[in-house]
């Protein structure tokens, strides 16, 4: 497989070139094409093990570094835990994605990077990794990068903008990462590292790439789960609806993508908070991108989605026929909270605020013979403030996990500022 550059599509490039920044021009990168799987690999899905499936389905976009049998062993060092599909009521369904080590879907894509970009810079120099996070990206990418030798990261997070816990992931990691409270929004940590990666000359020079979700090689591994979900749906397999809790539309890029290598979905719903930026494209083919506004489901709160154009692209420019595959439904804190208070009373189960988004937009627009699955995107146990607030008999106590050990001042400074000084 090759790989272009959404918008200069002449260029070609090798997938190691496609996944490490300073190696093409600035820009979305996208497989050539996308890889269709016939009926006969949904009809064979359930005799195949998850790490087969995974396998088979990254196998045509990564052919060209990988045979088969050592894209299985990365598969099987990366996407690692469970992603078990939980019936909630008849036609409604959980993808729980977060039973990875940071319990956020980011996990996936992270870990999945981590191994490709050990593969591909062994003996190499040193490859520093920048990251702008709203809070699950830097805890994930934190936790898969952390002591792996060759690798040094840079995590920018919005001051007052990621829970505590996350901000305890981000922070505590290791020696190789480094955690940068930056006084502002995500979209200015957003602004700060495009800033950076658009300086070719210094990504090359220092060996800077990015492990957000702009990044291709942290793209592609979260089509599988789409599959793994399809494969667990048994008898309920009609009309199917995924409800997908949107910031930068990565996961829903690559549901789309899943979708176009053949997986039967009748409809995705974009379930969006209060930044309303993709709302507005699908409503009135008007790209405005806003000024972020903070909500409870703070990993959504992007007024600049970054993927946008790599949805655009998948259906060549054309809004209406986006439309006809994705509904965008917007969803506010208040009915986000009611979501979590109501699902946990009557069926006894209790999700985070950006489960509760995609919970909420499903429940509003699944018609009685549609079977619908929303992606549950991390545990409640990360946002206890606001599963506190909806679900006031819940306690700490009962939320409180492996928290970690408290966060450390021992950074070596003077080296984080000459470096950050050299990349600014
Ligand atoms: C990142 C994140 C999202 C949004 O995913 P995108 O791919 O950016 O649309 C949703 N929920 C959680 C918990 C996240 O961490």
């Known amino acids: 497989m090759n790989y272009i550059n959404i918008s200069n599509k002449s260029r070609i490039f090798k997938f190691e070139d ?11 990168i996208m497989p050539q094409y996308i890889p269709e799987f016939g009926n006969l690999f949904l009809k064979k899905l359930n005799r195949k093990t998850n790490l087969e499936i995974a396998t088979d389905l990254m196998y045509p976009y990564l052919n060209d570094i990988f045979d088969w049998p050592s894209l299985e062993k990365l598969v099987s060092k990366s996407i690692n835990f469970k992603i078990p599909l939980v019936q909630i009521e008849e036609n409604i369904f959980a993808l729980e994605l977060f ?33 702008a996070t709203s809070g699950d990206t830097g805890s994930a990418v934190a936790n898969a990068f952390a002591n792996i030798e060759g690798f040094e990261v840079f995590i920018l997070y919005p001051q007052n903008g990621v829970s505590k816990y996350q901000e305890q992931q981000i922070t505590n990691s290791a020696s190789n990462i480094w955690a940068i409270e930056v006084e502002g929004s995500f979209d200015d940590c957003q602004r700060m590292l495009k800033s950076v990666l658009q300086n070719r000359l210094l990504c090359k020079e220092l060996n800077i790439t990015t492990a957000n979700s702009i990044n291709i090689g942290r793209l592609l591994p979260q089509i599988v789960y789409y599959f793994l979900a399809y494969k667990q749906l048994g008898n309920n397999k009609k009309d199917l609806v995924f409800s997908v809790p949107s910031g930068n539309l990565g996961n829903l890029t690559a549901g789309i993508m899943a979708m176009k290598m053949g997986l039967p979905v009748t409809k995705f719903i974009a379930a969006v908070n209060q930044n309303r930026t993709f709302y507005k494209l699908l409503k009135y083919g008007i790209y405005k991108p806003n000024k972020s506004v903070k909500t409870y489901s703070n990993a959504m709160d992007v007024g600049n989605p970054s993927n946008i154009d790599r949805l655009l692209y998948l259906y060549q420019n054309d809004v209406l026929k986006m439309t006809d595959d994705i509904q965008c439904r917007t969803v506010n804190d208040e009915q986000t909270i009611n979501s979590m208070q109501i699902v946990y009373d009557k069926h006894n189960y209790l999700m985070d605020p950006h489960s509760a988004v995609a919970y909420h937009a499903l429940k509003s ?18 946002f206890e403030d606001v599963v506190i607030k909806a679900i006031p008999q819940m306690t700490r106590n009962y939320l409180s996990g492996p928290i970690g050990k408290k966060i450390s001042t021992k950074k070596d400074y003077q080296y984080l500022e000459k470096i950050l000084y050299e990349m600014v």
């Open 365 to 382: 627009s699944l018609k009685p013979h549609q079977n619908g699955i929303f992606l549950s995107t991390a545990s409640p146990v990360k």
């Open 18 to 28: 496609a996944v490490i920044c300073n190696n093409h021009d600035s820009g979305l």
């Open 99 to 131: 039973h990875g080590p940071t319990m956020a879907f980011k996990d996936v894509g992270a870990r999945f990077l981590s191994m490709l970009l050990q593969h591909l810079n062994r003996g190499k120099d040193k490859t520093r990794i920048i990251v």
